[in-house]
């Protein structure tokens, strides 16, 4: 069982920053894919991005490519979401999730095992 808890969300302006983290404990850490996934009020959810750790590669949804950079800490089972040069359409609730290394379809939140509570992250104009 892996629990996973994130934190960072909150208010900023158009064109700030913020750092999500999202902490992870329970079964190994190290060997999880871990993606952040967002919802806006009246979307479905959207991916954001993915550490695929055991082959050392990252994706990023095409919304958030060159501003956003996911990134773990091994030692301290945490994955963080560093977002920058924020817009109003990024405003949404973000979520962490985890799951075993597979070649399933990384973009699809389904496949997707382990989830966390989920943060607010809102963008001022």
């Known amino acids: 069982q892996v629990q996973l808890v994130e934190s960072g969300g909150g208010l900023v302006q158009a064109g700030g920053s913020l750092r999500l983290s999202c902490a992870a404990s329970?079964?190994?850490?190290?060997?999880?894919?871990m993606g952040w996934f967002r919802q806006a009020p009246g979307k479905e959810r959207e991916f954001v991005a993915v550490d695929k750790w055991s082959a050392s590669i990252r994706y990023y949804g095409d919304s958030v490519k060159g501003r956003f950079t996911i990134s773990r800490d091994a030692a301290r089972n945490t994955v963080y979401l560093q977002m920058n040069s924020l817009k109003p359409e990024d405003t949404a609730v973000y979520s962490c999730?985890?799951?075993?290394?597979?070649?399933?379809?990384?973009?699809?939140?389904?496949?997707?095992?382990?989830w966390g509570q989920g943060t607010q992250v809102t963008v001022s104009s």
């Open positions: 329970g079964r190994t850490f190290s060997s999880y894919e």
């Open positions: 999730a985890a799951r075993e290394p597979t070649y399933a379809e990384y973009k699809d939140a389904r496949r997707y095992k382990y």
